[in-house]
């Protein structure tokens, strides 16, 4: 039986990660330390899925902390590890750096070191599609220079890229790093918009919409995610594998680069406009600037992923919106 851990088994995608690699047979271990920055009640019940099933294990515990990591790939020895484990939230990023350096970047050396003493045969690490910062060519491949990020998070995060592509040269360690485009879905965090719209519009209270409106995102859906992560799980790099001119593949290290979106970047208007539907009811608008350290628009070019896996998202954002709507009405009883 496959061992798999996956780090921030008690956030919004890691719970669906370790749902996902439950059913297809893994033993999984699931750590989380359960922080305060949104609602732990939230995390617990998430948890509370996982934990019907008998091969899940629920570690509590921060990733930054020294040894906590090195003790369970010493006890475990896993065969994947799908690090999620981050402290997310562009803006947030702005108020409180330093819990950005503790998690993101303290946290994955210690996951790094502790691969590296007891080595997976494949490490997934979540990066973010904010790391293409101030590019404006669009769509975003992963062979596209990005070295422009816009806000401190995302700039955490591309460390994490280089940090595992180092450790992936000198230590021989398989890793694919995913850059994440706008995920939505069933359980999903309270500070993410569209738990926000959908929470203020059933308060009757008003929705703010950034840049007056002119904003669009590569809206994927949780369950498109996912099914891309486990395509690759199988797919691990490897130096000397063949090469083409977009893969991202590196030259000196078993290390890739993959974008997971649906490429098919969407309003932000029309996505209140599904999300009013849903509801059966109109939100209440405001209007306000652009955000400091946000981007007008994101767009994926998903073509590597569909190239290794033969997988391409394909939920639309109309049946995204109602299942997450269907959730957040039966999880709160409105």
């Not at 439950?22 to 699931?30: F, I, K, Q, R």
Request: charged fraction near 20%; aromatic fraction near 12%.
């Amino acid at each position: 039986m496959r061992r798999a851990l996956v780090t921030g088994s008690a956030g919004f995608i890691g719970m669906h990660v370790a749902e996902r690699l439950l059913n297809d047979g893994y033993e999984v271990t699931g750590l989380d330390c359960f922080s305060d920055y949104y609602d732990p009640a939230l995390k617990r019940s998430r948890t509370a899925q996982l934990t019907r099933h008998a091969r899940f294990t629920a570690e509590e515990g921060r990733i930054e902390d020294p040894n906590r990591l090195m003790d369970l790939f010493a006890e475990r020895r896993f065969d994947v590890v799908v690090h999620l484990a981050a402290q997310a939230g562009v803006r947030y990023s702005i108020d409180n750096p330093r819990s950005y350096v503790e998690s993101n970047l303290i946290g994955t050396f210690e996951l790094l070191e502790a691969a590296r003493a007891h080595p997976p045969a494949h490490m997934l690490l979540a990066s973010t599609s904010s790391a293409y910062g101030a590019n404006t060519q669009m769509p975003y491949t992963e062979t596209m220079k990005a070295d422009t990020q816009m806000s401190f998070y995302a700039a955490t995060k591309k460390a994490n890229e280089s940090m595992a592509h180092s450790y992936a040269h000198l230590f021989g360690l398989p890793v694919t790093m995913f850059r994440f485009f706008t995920v939505y879905g069933p359980w999903s965090r309270p500070d993410m918009a569209p738990y926000k719209f959908v929470s203020a519009i059933l308060e009757d209270r008003e929705i703010d919409i950034y840049n007056h409106g002119d904003m669009m995102r590569d809206f994927t859906y949780i369950d498109d995610l996912v099914e891309g992560i486990r395509c690759m799980i199988d797919t691990p790099p490897r130096i000397g594998a063949p090469v083409s001119d977009d893969d991202s593949l590196s030259p000196v290290a078993p290390f890739r680069v993959v974008n997971i979106g649906n490429a098919a970047p969407v309003r932000l208007l029309d996505f209140v406009a599904a999300i009013e539907s849903a509801l059966g009811r109109p939100a209440k608008r405001r209007y306000l600037d652009m955000q400091p350290g946000d981007v007008p628009a994101t767009w994926a070019d998903t073509t590597l992923l569909s190239a290794l896996t033969g997988y391409a998202p394909k939920t639309q954002v109309a049946q995204g919106v109602a299942n997450f709507v269907a959730w957040y009405r039966d999880y709160y009883g409105h």
